[in-house]
């Protein structure tokens, strides 16, 4: 029998690959999952244990992978290659997501990853706003799937971003 999906084992994992600098609160978080737009798509092994976890918002111009984990000690098996392949084919709009500037091997590691399967990095600025209070805007590049985008072309998906996903007036930021 499947385990039902459990918000408690994805917000662990969720803590355990993501600087707080990244994450929303339990509550804030939790809060989403009664947004419209908002899904959480949970990869289970066959005993019911949570392998990863993808994120997601579908807007009707594109879609925004906000987070997507693998558990770490079953990394590299191509668990979350698969569950984005899957999210990028279960639609027809493009796909965005925000990865840290290249500056760290790990973050050169994961734009490789995202570049593998098929995302283009976007060198315009971008500044995530902060998800907790008290927190600074975060220095962030856009990945797009499947074109890359210009800082023009971005903008529409850029308000939509800081109003829906981040609560922001279009004006504040």
């Not at 994992?13 to 929303?24: D, N, S, Y």
């Not at 500044?127 to 023009?152: A, F, K, V």
Request: proline share 8%.
């Amino acid at each position: 029998m499947e385990k039902q999906t459990s918000f408690d084992e994805v917000f662990k994992l969720m803590e355990a690959a993501f600087p707080v600098t990244e994450i929303r609160t339990y509550e804030g978080q939790r809060g989403l999952l009664t947004h419209p737009n908002y899904r959480l798509h949970v990869n289970r092994d066959e005993s019911g244990d949570i392998r990863g976890f993808l994120a997601s918002w579908n807007f009707s111009a594109f879609r925004f992978v906000e987070h997507i984990a693998v558990n770490a000690a079953i990394r590299g098996g191509g668990i979350g290659k698969q569950m984005l392949t899957d999210y990028i084919n279960s639609g027809t709009t493009p796909v965005v997501l925000e990865v840290e500037p290249p500056d760290t091997h790990d973050a050169q590691r994961r734009i490789e990853f995202y570049r593998r399967c098929g995302f283009h990095l976007n060198l315009f600025p971008y500044e995530q706003p902060p998800l907790r209070d008290g927190q600074p805007h975060l220095p962030l590049h856009i990945m797009s799937y499947p074109n890359p985008l210009t800082e023009n072309e971005f903008v529409p998906f850029k308000n939509i971003l800081l109003t829906e996903v981040y609560g922001q007036s279009v004006g504040s930021v």
